[in-house]
C-alpha cells in the first residue's frame, strides 16, 4: 500500500507564503483523486485541493486563488502552494490519495499556523 509522507508545515505570518509538499512511496498513475484536506479545531474538515484523474484540478472555496496544487512529472509528489495566508487557514494540512475505486490514504498531518 503506498504511504504518504507530508512536509513543509511551520508557522508564518498573515500574507506570507508556506509551500507544502506530499510524497508518495510508490509512483501513483492510476488514481481518482490526490490532494489535501485540512482540519482546525472545532472545524469540520475541508477539502483544500485536488487533482483528479483527468488532471484537472479543484479547490475550496476559501482558497480560490490563493493556493496552486502541481505534481512532478512522475506523479509521485503533490505540491501545495499557499499564498496570501491568513489566520483562518490555521489547521491540520492532510494529504490524500484516493485509489482502486475504494482505497483512500491519508497522510500524518503537517501543522499549518498563521499569526503575528
Known amino acids: 500500500q503506498v504511504q504518504l509522507v507530508e512536509s513543509g508545515g511551520g508557522w508564518v505570518q498573515p500574507g506570507g507564503s508556506l509551500r507544502l509538499s506530499c510524497a508518495a512511496s510508490?509512483?501513483?498513475?492510476?488514481?481518482?483523486?490526490m490532494g489535501w484536506y485540512r482540519q482546525a479545531p472545532g472545524k469540520q474538515r475541508e477539502l483544500v485541493a485536488a487533482?483528479?484523474?483527468?488532471?484537472?484540478?479543484i479547490y475550496g472555496d476559501s482558497v480560490q486563488g490563493r493556493f496552486t496544487i502541481s505534481r512532478d512529472n512522475f506523479k509521485n509528489r503533490v505540491d501545495l502552494q499557499m499564498n496570501s495566508l491568513e489566520p483562518e487557514d490555521t489547521a491540520v494540512y492532510y494529504c490524500y490519495v484516493d485509489y482502486r475505486s475504494t482505497t483512500t490514504v491519508w497522510g500524518q498531518g503537517t501543522q499549518v499556523t498563521v499569526s503575528s
Open positions: 510508490i509512483s501513483i498513475f492510476n488514481f481518482n483523486a
Open positions: 487533482i483528479q484523474k483527468i488532471g484537472s484540478s
